[in-house]
């Protein structure tokens, strides 16, 4: 029994996120091809080594001082 499932776009979101940089001209294809194999090793033990939980309330990414903080979706609201 899966008790927490994960929708196909925020999996397609991660997917374009790790395969595209943004730019000034926005989101082009990343160039994968000047990693050493030994870069990529490192991203694909990270991604291995990431938990993830389930949050105990809606939270949302937003931007806070040229950064982005996660606050709870009511606090986000505006």
């Known amino acids: 029994m899966v008790e927490h499932e994960v929708a196909d776009r925020y999996l397609a979101e991660v997917i374009y996120r790790l395969s595209t940089t943004e730019t000034d001209e926005g989101f082009v294809p990343a160039e994968y091809v000047d990693l050493d194999t030994r870069?990529?090793?490192s991203i694909?033990?990270?991604l291995l080594e990431h938990e993830f939980e389930v949050a105990p309330e809606a939270?949302?990414?937003?931007?806070?001082g040229g950064n982005q903080v996660w606050k709870s979706a009511q606090d986000a609201l505006v």
């Open 59 to 64: 939270y949302a990414a937003v931007s806070e």
């Open 44 to 46: 694909y033990e990270g």
């Open 39 to 41: 870069h990529l090793g």
